[in-house]
């Protein structure tokens, strides 16, 4: 298999996925949007969409013009050719706004390691079963899909953002929550502006180290958490019948 991976940051990469990527020796294109790279011009070679988060909005086109060529290939991606599609954060804003949804600032950002409940339709769905019913995950962001395209089903919420999961038919997925995070993610996430504002808005001036330590202690029960999420999608690729799969 060969997946297209879409980063919008050079440090906001694959994380723990990248472990789970070369296990299951999978061919990686990473397109790196910071560095100017650009896009395929065509998905026919690909088995999979993987998009990452970002510091930008899906709104901020005339600052980054790149996401107006990104939503049409996610839109070809899940609704015209139907490929599997995995978004994470932005990447999951991004296939809402693409498909007609709406995204929008919340009022206040969401950052910490906080709890997510999976719905009664998500605790027996190929992609989030095997999950707990309510598990720690990091969050880190400031906006949220307020509406939902047609032909979805939320797979799992929070208290303070009702999309954390989402399932767009039966093959492609939104992540609001950040399952790759590995032990140098909240130090480096924290040197980027906007994250770094956010987490002090919420978690207050120490709340770098705070979570930090946090997320260490919970680290390799994240990434059984993360394991599971991958394997799930694996096995949606392989009964997809995605030829070149």
Not at 75 to 87: D, F, Q, S
Not at 102 to 110: C, F, G, L, R
Not at 226 to 243: D, H, M, T, Y
Request: charged residues 20%.
């Amino acid at each position: 298999m060969k997946f297209l991976v879409i980063k919008h940051l050079v440090v906001e990469g694959l994380g723990s996925f990248a472990e789970f990527f070369e296990q299951a020796d999978i061919t990686v294109d990473i397109v790196e949007l910071e560095k100017g790279d650009p896009f395929p011009e065509s998905l026919e070679d690909y088995s999979a969409l993987w998009v990452m988060g970002g510091s930008m909005n899906v709104a901020d086109e005339n600052e980054y013009s790149w996401l107006r060529e990104e939503k049409q290939l996610i839109r070809e991606a899940a609704r015209v050719i139907k490929l599997p599609y995995m978004g994470i954060c932005l990447g999951a804003q991004l296939l809402a706004d693409a498909l007609g949804g709406t995204v929008a600032p919340m009022t206040k950002p969401e950052v910490g390691l906080l709890p997510i409940h999976l719905r009664e339709v998500g605790r027996n769905h190929p992609l989030t079963a095997g999950l707990s019913e309510s598990f720690k995950v990091l969050q880190w962001h400031g906006q949220e899909i307020t509406q939902l395209p047609q032909n979805t089903t939320i797979l799992a919420s929070s208290d303070h953002c009702q999309v954390q999961a989402y399932a767009f038919g039966d093959r492609a997925f939104g992540l609001q929550f950040h399952s790759e995070v590995t032990d140098v993610t909240v130090e480096d996430w924290s040197k980027i502006p906007s994250y770094r504002a956010d987490l002090e808005v919420t978690l207050g001036q120490t709340g770098c180290e705070d979570l930090k330590q946090a997320v260490d202690a919970r680290l390799p029960i994240m990434n059984r958490e993360a394991r599971i999420l991958w394997q799930n999608f694996l096995n949606i690729i392989k009964n997809s019948q995605i030829p070149h799969c």
